[in-house]
């Protein structure tokens, strides 16, 4: 039976933190992989991301990356800033955000070994690698700030509405979600020209976004949010809200591919598909573990 997708989906099976290599098929699925990350209690990954036959875990408890190469079936890691968060590639080197120590480690992926630190605002989150613009972005949790880096020297900075959380880039453009507290917490997803550092508008959400990715395929941006429990579809050419899809339970992340878009639901233990043509839920799969965060391999 020909399989939908492949995702790497990290998780919890009894007691222990697992990261599984998984082929979907229809509302079922096979496990190709599984890999033992430890205890529960003694391990916390805060993302995770594909790259050729690896995927990469950013555990913020240990203040490790680990790299796990399913065709060889190894496992390395290497030890990074305290509290490493979100991380990105360009080329052979990965930077990793690490949140308590203020700074972005840099992994040469050929030797997978630390090789610089480069000085960071307070609290980075995420890293983003511009190739056209060959920079380096760091959103800054507690400045409202984006920092742009050319040769791992600060040139630039943008001022970001709310806390800045996660970026991804669409076209001229840096599209940032970020918090905004007042009593309650709102999420924001801020869409900034890059060139100029203005923001261009911003899209308010009730409640707190947990994830977001981007389909360049299909101009749309999608944000799963854990208060209302809702997938929102956003046009990233005319910058609007164009449907809403509830999920219920706790969605935790979310991955997008061809034809579905795949949310884990740690309250409900599954993952719901998400026709990425008609926008509803069109299956959902129910797992044997309760997952958390999620990326499509192929």
């Known amino acids: 039976m020909k399989y939908d997708d492949v995702i790497s989906v990290t ?11 998984i082929e979907l098929q229809g509302e079922d699925y096979i496990c190709r992989k599984a890999v033992n990350l430890g205890k529960e209690e003694k391990s916390a990954v805060h ?6 036959s690896s995927v990469y875990l950013a555990d913020s408890y240990n203040n490790k990356i680990y790299k796990y190469d399913y065709a060889s079936n190894e ?3 290497e030890t990074v800033g305290r509290d490493p968060r979100h991380m990105c590639i360009n ?14 480690s840099v992994i040469d992926l050929c030797s997978f070994a630390l090789t610089e630190s480069i000085p960071a605002g307070i609290k980075p989150h995420d890293v983003l690698y511009s190739q056209d613009k060959n920079m380096l972005y760091a959103c800054c949790y507690e400045e409202n700030e984006i920092i742009g880096y050319s040769d791992r020297e600060p040139v630039i900075r943008f001022t970001t509405d709310g806390m800045p959380m996660h970026m991804l880039w669409a076209e001229d453009s840096i599209i940032v979600m970020t918090y905004f507290i007042n009593g309650n917490v709102h999420s924001k997803i801020n869409f900034i020209d890059a060139e100029s550092g203005k923001i261009e508008k911003v899209l308010t959400l009730e409640g707190m976004a947990s994830d977001l990715e981007i389909d360049y395929l299909k101009n749309r941006l999608y944000v799963i949010n ?3 429990k809702n997938l929102y579809v956003i046009d990233t050419s005319k910058k609007e809200i164009i449907k809403t899809v509830f999920l219920g339970g706790y969605p935790e992340s979310l991955t997008a591919g061809e034809k579905f878009i795949y949310v884990t639901n740690s309250k409900k233990n599954n993952i719901a ?3 990425s043509d008609s926008l509803n839920v069109s299956k959902v799969i129910a797992l044997d573990f309760s997952p958390c965060c999620i990326k499509i391999i192929n």
């Open 11 to 21: 998780g919890i099976y009894q007691g222990r933190l697992m990261l599984f290599i």
């Open 47 to 52: 993302s995770i991301m594909n790259s050729g």
């Open 75 to 77: 496992l390395c890691e």
């Open 91 to 104: 080329m052979n080197d990965m930077y990793v955000a690490n949140f308590e120590s203020d700074n972005i």
């Open 226 to 228: 854990i208060i209302d």
């Open 273 to 275: 598909a998400v026709d």
